[in-house]
């Protein structure tokens, strides 16, 4: 098949979603199928992978999305020769696609990765709920209804599309993640390279530093931590639109020596850092199917989070990790305070890793999709080109 993935944000800038896209991508392409990414701005970055075409935008502030009325040249030469058509993102990429997907009779999936209301939250909040959440209803729900197929991650969000926009049709195909990649680092550091010492119980965080991630209540839970319990360290793995205040946050509780941040990294490091670490700990609630927690159990850490909707379908309490009830203080802290004391209870929660991510390799994930393209092309009469 030639596959079209589709999508507002990519390569340089990295978040789960992006890391998502790359992977399945290259597994397509491991399975035989032509796949094209296409995507918007950055028209200087050099692809280290075939076939990513970008249609020039304009940057919007440092949240790595780049805006454009209308898709380049190249790329409305390529759509019709599609034989699927797969967008990751709906305002954008998806819009755009509509009017090309219907011309040419080319099917049309979905995956909605997030919790469109909760990022309007965190950054248009100056807008009164009502109206946000009205124009996000109506706009979604137009799209959704010209889909072919409408994929989510976790049952929590196909129940969230089922409420916030009468959407009740969506497929429930977990995230899936190369798991040898984290089990069996090709690359290694010590925990000295970084300043983590080799008797300390070493706290990782993977991901965006930014508001919706709640990174200031996980610095102040570890600050919790660390006033208890003299060996405990941090390990913050990414960067974001919060990074400067994250680093203001660390200096003024006096974490220094006990908080270490590599702002943003490449993807392919990710496994040698996790590597160095004994727990994975997230403050965030709005995560719709959280990769960076697969990839922690894949690197046999148990994770220590908060009870809500995306998380709560990937950690189960007592089995591979610990779940507070809310974000409050000394929630988080609590449990984390417990793991690090516990070396029965944390052996315990490793095994339960284990166990969970094997229900997450990509033949099992991407190969569902790759089954749901199938069905489509194989239903769908397409237009002359």
Same mark, same amino acid.
């Given at each position: 098949?030639?596959?079209?993935?589709?999508c507002?944000t990519? +390569?340089?800038y990295? #978040?789960?979603?992006t890391?998502?896209?790359?992977?399945y991508k290259?597994?397509?392409?491991q399975?035989g199928h032509e796949?094209?990414l296409?995507t918007?701005?950055n028209?200087?970055?050099?692809d280290d992978?075939p076939h990513?075409?970008?249609?020039?935008?304009?940057e919007w502030r440092?949240?790595?999305w780049?805006?454009?009325?209308?898709?380049g040249?190249?790329?409305? &030469?390529?759509i019709?020769?599609l034989?699927?058509?797969?967008?990751?993102?709906?305002?954008?990429?998806?819009?755009?696609?509509?009017p090309?997907?219907q011309?040419?009779?080319?099917p049309?999936v979905f995956?909605?990765?997030?919790?469109?209301?909760?990022y309007?939250?965190?950054?248009?909040?100056?807008v009164?709920?009502?109206?946000r959440?009205?124009v996000l209803?109506k706009t979604?729900s137009?799209f959704?209804?010209r889909?072919?197929?409408?994929?989510?991650? #976790?049952r929590?969000?196909?129940?969230w599309?089922?409420?916030?926009?009468q959407?009740?049709?969506?497929t429930v195909?977990p995230n899936?993640?190369d798991?040898? +990649?984290?089990?069996t680092p $090709?690359?290694h550091?010590?925990?000295?390279?970084l300043g983590l010492h080799?008797?300390a119980?070493v706290f990782c965080?993977?991901?965006?530093?930014?508001?919706?991630?709640?990174?200031?209540?996980l610095?102040d839970?570890?600050k919790?931590?660390? *006033?208890?319990?003299e060996?405990?360290? $941090?390990? +913050?793995?990414?960067?974001g639109s919060e990074?400067?205040k994250a680093?203001?946050?660390?200096r003024?509780?006096g974490?220094g *020596?006990?908080v270490?941040?590599t702002?943003m990294?490449?993807y392919?490091?990710?496994p040698?850092?996790?590597?160095?670490a *004994?727990?994975?700990v997230?403050?965030?609630?709005s995560?719709?199917?959280?990769l960076?927690? $697969?990839e922690?159990m894949a690197a046999?850490?148990?994770?220590?989070?908060?009870d809500s909707?995306?998380?709560?379908?990937?950690?189960c309490?007592d089995?591979?990790?610990?779940? &507070?009830e809310?974000?409050a203080p000394?929630?988080l802290?609590s449990n +984390?305070l417990?793991l690090?004391? *516990?070396r029965?209870l944390s052996?315990?929660?490793?095994?339960g890793?284990?166990e969970?991510?094997v229900q997450y390799t990509?033949p099992h994930?991407?190969?569902?999709v790759?089954?749901?393209?199938?069905?489509l092309?194989g239903?769908?009469?397409?237009?002359?080109?």
């Open positions: 098949m030639r596959i079209g993935l589709f507002d990519y +390569m340089p990295v #978040s789960g979603v890391n998502h896209i790359r992977l290259h597994y397509y392409e399975q796949v094209f296409f918007f701005g028209h200087d970055y050099a992978e990513v075409i970008r249609t020039r935008g304009f440092e949240t790595g780049n805006l454009s009325p209308q898709f040249t190249e790329t409305k &030469a390529l019709p020769t034989d699927i058509a797969h967008t990751h993102h709906p305002f954008q990429s998806g819009y755009l696609l509509l090309y997907t011309r040419y009779d080319i049309l995956t909605n990765h997030t919790r469109y209301d909760l309007s939250d965190a950054y248009v909040s100056y009164p709920p009502t109206l959440y009205g209803t979604l137009h959704l209804n889909c072919n197929t409408v994929i989510t991650p #976790s929590s969000i196909a129940q599309l089922a409420n916030f926009v959407y009740w049709y969506a195909v899936g993640i798991v040898d +990649m984290f089990a $090709l690359t550091l010590k925990r000295s390279d080799d008797d119980t965080y993977a991901g965006r530093i930014a508001t919706e991630k709640n990174v200031l209540y610095l839970e570890f919790q931590v660390a *006033d208890k319990f060996r405990a360290q $941090l390990l +913050m793995v990414g960067g990074y400067e680093q203001e946050h660390i003024a509780h974490l *020596d006990k270490i941040c702002d990294q490449p392919e490091m990710l040698a850092y996790e590597s160095l *004994d727990i994975f997230t403050g965030s609630v995560e719709v199917h959280p960076v927690v $697969l922690a046999s850490l148990p994770v220590v989070a908060i909707p995306g998380i709560r379908e990937t950690v309490h089995y591979n990790g610990l779940l &507070a809310q974000i000394g929630a802290s +984390m417990r690090a004391s *516990d029965a052996q315990k929660l490793r095994r890793t284990q969970t991510v990509l994930t991407a190969g569902k790759l089954a749901e393209y199938e069905r092309v239903h769908t009469t397409r237009a002359l080109v």
